[in-house]
């Protein structure tokens, strides 16, 4: 499943969900990158 997560406050990385943390982030797969940051909430439809 694609996911976006945030890593610090201006950066956001989409990519393959790989497992979910126990404190709520989410580690996702970029290529052969693992990166670990906060889920991104979905936007919702206007």
């Known amino acids: ?3 976006t997560i ?3 406050s201006c950066v ?5 969900l ?4 126990a404190d709520g ?3 996702i797969k970029v290529d052969e990158k ?3 940051g906060a889920p991104v909430a979905a936007a ?3």
């Open 12 to 16: 956001s990385i989409q990519g393959l």
């Open 6 to 8: 945030a890593i610090g």
């Open 34 to 36: 693992m990166f670990v």
């Open 18 to 21: 790989v497992r979910t943390l």
């Open 1 to 3: 499943m694609l996911r």
């Open 25 to 27: 982030k989410l580690v």
């Open 44 to 46: 919702r439809p206007s």
